[in-house]
């Protein structure tokens, strides 16, 4: 009895040390030729003696990443087989170790199969992520042939309302990047330099909504990364070669012209790209109606103007990188940004009522120009400590400079006799000029097994200057006006400090980080009005993201992050625009940092026929900065101020389904409700307010690719109006040549209602105004694309762990001149 007890005890301790011997395989599924991730590729796992019934199965994730646990010791097989390539056979041998580290696992394309077999399974066009989705836009065939600010109407998180306005998880206080570093002139005129940018020339859209502690603080919405489709490289491949194309195009709205090479030549990368780009629009037309309450009676005011726009605009970049060794890389980048717009109008005014009599009318000549120029130039070091890659130190400088300049003329026709209102010929001419020196310092361990903890300091030296000098027009000679002229120099200084761990605990994931920023800030009024003062103030933010994986294809996630918005020299400028006899618009040097609190849950589904993302959120902000108007001295102010607390409840959701082998449907759309208060004004404003993308995207005979969408939105709210909804319907035909090498593009756009109206209202205590504004956008463009090189590899350049930006906001003329290029206001 004792023997057989004994042997049942060994028995049950060998069983148990044999069930003990538990091995995670971790690697990352790659395209040989793209150097892309492959997510969600089947991986499967044979003994070498029964190669048809699998032991174990799994899937990558998002990111390409393979994480296969298997129990026992000897020899396994695995294959990796996705959509359209050429399967993948690794042998392995397990000794009882606790992981084994296969590295990166490459796949190719299978011409054959692509041949042969009705693919019916889709590639992810949107990469979905609890805190960050990531819109593949070369996978999508409208990026030949449409702008960038199109594309843009399709990503998930991302808004773009009837005056090409963007706003980013409901708020338009985001911050954009570009290839991962910050750029000034981007975010200071995003909606024009996008409009003017051809899809094709970007790689990924990024939308991070809970950016974590290794992000600025700044961007109360989030980060809107713009990804560049130019190439460049860590240099840690020996395939030699290079790639690129040519793309023109053509339209009734102008015209564009673009380039793009990369290329490796051992240890050296490279790329480059540049863009040229004019917009035209002709008849655009506006007209304000404006009642005044006063004790003295109530006046009327209309005015109405057709005007004509022309944008010219240039982008080029350059990156360069060089591999020291194995473990080190060294990377370069310089980008330059251009561009021009003008704007010729015959504005007419008519005054009645109250302090007006009987009331007149006048006419003016009026001419808007504006020109921005955009620097940057960056220098990154990464050093990695181990074999996997997964200890760095990485160290980075960024230089920005973005000066600006903005002329206004305007010529008066009135008639003689006309009191209280000042209708003499003006010019103004106002300078403005932002540079920035960062450095930034970052490190990443892991510290465990699942286990990683990012630790970062950075600074930011930043100096914003604005001359701003106002003349009256005699004759053909132009007085300067000094009381109405001013010299500004804001300057900020930024220290911070970050650290952010995150855990993969089985099916849980987490991310916890916490970052401190101190800004110490001077303001200088070298000429005009204004008191020169001096603050500091300090700034802790956490965020935190919990993740929960359902299935391999299926999992929940639930975010929280805090988020400020320093103003910048367009909020703080206290130059007081007196382009217009009847409004006057400034700044505000006294403005506060903006705080806010987004809480969000997240669903993500992916199956090789569908994909669906929904997320519902909450934004808290108890002084949001706002723009608000009040009537004075018989004149329109527009200022801004911390006055507006703000609650914003959205939903947002993106659908794509693989309807037949040639078939794809896809929807992106959100609904929003909104509750904006200000005792300052004594003011409420609140309503539900919704937009959506439909597409369906049909591949046609002889392999020709059709696509149809519609785009619209309902009545937006803020909190002294609201600005109506609108539609537009796209449609394009792509056909690809010369065994690819050539693409053709055909692409239609036209407002659903026949013309492109723009109805706002907005009121205060003592004034109500009506503007419509009618752009004729209609528009027809032929695109074509020519690839060349002798590789298709795309060699990746690294991302800059730079991040920071600063709020900026367009004046009423600037934003005005995003519809169509530009519209232009005078009066």
Known sequence: MKKKTALFALSLLITTSASAQHTLITGTLKDSVKNETEPYATVRVFRPSNRQKPVAMSLTDAEGRIKQALDGKGTFILTFSSVGKKPVMREVTLNGQSMLALGDVCTAEDATALKNVEVVAQRPIVKMEPDKMTYNVQEDGDSKSMTLLDMLRKVPMVTVDGQDNISVNGSASFKVYVD????????????????????????????????????????TGGVLNIVINHAGGQGTESLNGYNGNVSLAAGNRGYSGSA????????????????????????????????????????????????????????????????????????????????????????????????????????????????????????????FFNREHTRSLTASYLFTANPSRSESESRYDAPSGITGLNLTDRYSDAHLRSTEHTVQIDYATP?????????????????????????????????????????????????????????????????????????????????????????????????????????????????????????????????????????????????????????????????????????????LCNNQIATYSFMEDNRLHTTYGNVVKNRWTSFNTFMRWMAGKHTTLMLNAALDYGDMRSSTLNRRNHGWQTMGYASLQQTLPWLLKWSLGVYANSRHYDLQGYQSGNSLLFTSLNKDLCKDRLTLSLLYVVPLTGKYRVNSYSHGADFEQHTKILVPIQMVRLTATWKFGNTQKQFRQRQSRINNDFGERKSESQQLNNIGSGTGIGM
């Open 180 to 219: 991962g570093k910050p750029n000034p002139m981007f975010q200071a005129n995003a909606s024009q330099i996008f409009k003017s940018l051809p899809a094709s020339m970007v790689k990924n859209i990024e939308v991070i909504t809970n950016p974590g502690a290794k992000y600025d603080a700044e961007g």
């Open 447 to 619: 510290v465990a097994k699942g286990h990683s903890l990012d630790v970062g300091a950075k600074f930011i030296s930043h100096r914003n200057t604005s001359d701003s000098r106002f003349y009256n027009i005699a004759g053909n000679a132009k007085n300067y006006d000094e009381a109405n002229s001013t010299d500004y120099e804001n300057t900020q200084r930024i220290l911070a400090g970050y650290a952010e761990y995150r855990a993969a605990l089985g099916k849980l994931g987490t991310k916890a980080g916490l970052r401190y920023e101190h800004t110490w800030e001077n303001i200088d009024f070298r000429k005009g009005a204004g008191s020169d003062f001096s603050k500091h103030y300090g700034n802790l933010v956490p965020s935190a993201t919990l993740s929960y994986n359902l299935a391999p294809t299926t999992n929940l996630g639930l975010n929280y992050n805090m988020r400020i918005l320093r103003p910048g020299v367009t909020y703080l400028n206290p130059y007081r625009d007196n382009s217009n006899p009847t409004n006057v618009s400034y700044g505000n040097p006294a403005l506060d940092v903006e705080k806010s609190h987004y809480i969000s849950l997240v669903f993500n589904y992916y199956s090789p026929k569908l994909m669906v993302n929904a997320t519902l959120g909450q934004n």
């Open 260 to 383: 793009f090479v990369s290329g490796q030549q051992g240890k050296f990368s490279y790329s480059a790209n540049a863009t040229h780009n004019l917009n035209r629009n002709r008849n655009i037309r506006i007209s304000i109606d404006r009642t005044q309450t006063a004790p003295g009676g109530n006046s009327q005011m209309h005015y109405e103007q057709r005007s004509d726009n022309k944008t010219p605009f240039n982008m080029g970049n350059m990156s360069l990188g060089y591999a020291l060794d194995s473990m080190s890389t060294l990377n370069a980048n310089i980008g330059i940004t251009q561009y021009r717009t003008s704007t010729d109008g015959l504005p007419r005014t008519s005054l009645s009522g109250g302090s007006y009599g009987s009331g007149f009318t006048y006419s003016a000549q009026r001419a808007d120009k504006y020109h921005n120029f955009g620097f940057n130039g960056s220098m990154d070091y990464q050093r």
